[in-house]
């Protein structure tokens, strides 16, 4: 093929998973007669770094393998370069662990990835634009604060180690602390921030997150809006109940909850709060959140 990917490849993730399987993966792909120059990131960061310097080298076509972070990093290496350049591509090979981008358009991961690739389908994709007291970053997948940011950001300080009971320790953890508290925001220019309290906020391009949980049911990653979902101050006891709701996304039907179709938000926070950006945990005091309408071509 006469434009080949460059594939960024997080040996790291799924456990090490990534690593192990790569070879054959990529091996696959070539066989096909698609050309492929892979690189290994060793850090954080790194897959940033090389798909900044691939693009300003003339590459087009770009390949995450790994799971949702190295996409993420692609995409922050892309952008903002790509917006006075040529549309980049990006398809992928879910070898991590969460890999939820994905899940919105097949439940058969790296198989249904692979043929994406062999056939070359590709459809544009909306890039959301966070910019926060320290910069700015872009997603594809969603942005969360409040209870599911908190058990993340507990679980990767805390219980990585620990693999799936990680989660769970983290998890109950949050819950016994259960913090329902403001993020003051307006949404689209209206005149009053609100300032209520809530168990969590999330402001996303596709359905899914944490692999399976359908966080965002009425996203459109190409439809130029950000699906915001909000979840009021529900108890200990009314999460419990209906924590298997967030995995059919019925959870939008609770008398707390709401979701919105909007195109830009706002933030009044005084302070850095926890983030879960596609599958990386932060602190950042946000500012504004808008989007780039079908500013990314992406292989599903």
Known sequence: MSHPFFAVINPAAGGGRCGKLAGPALDKLRTAGIEIEAHETR????????????????FRRFLAVGGDGTSYEIVNGLFPEALSGERPQLGFLPLGTGNSFLRDFSTRGAEHASAALIAG???????????????????INLLSVGFAADVAFLRHEKFQPYGELGYLLALFTCLARLERRSFPLRVDEEPEYDR????????????????????APD???????????????????GLIANLHTLYTGTHVCHPLASRRAVRKIEFDVDA???VMVDGEVLKLQ?????????????VV
């Open 121 to 139: 389908r590709a459809r544009s994709c909306d890039v959301l634009r966070m910019m926060h007291r320290d910069g700015t970053l872009y997603y």
């Open 286 to 298: 946000c500012q504004r959140l808008d989007l780039l309408p079908r500013a990314l071509d992406v």
């Open 43 to 58: 850090a954080a960061g790194d897959g940033v770094a090389l798909a900044r310097d691939a693009y300003r080298a003339g």
């Open 196 to 215: 209520r309290r809530c168990l969590f906020l999330t402001f996303n391009n596709s359905k899914f997150t944490g692999g399976k949980m359908m966080i």
């Open 272 to 274: 850095p709060v926890n």
């Open 219 to 237: 996203a459109d990653p190409s439809d130029g809006l950000i699906e915001y979902v909000r979840w009021g101050p529900i108890g200990r006891l």
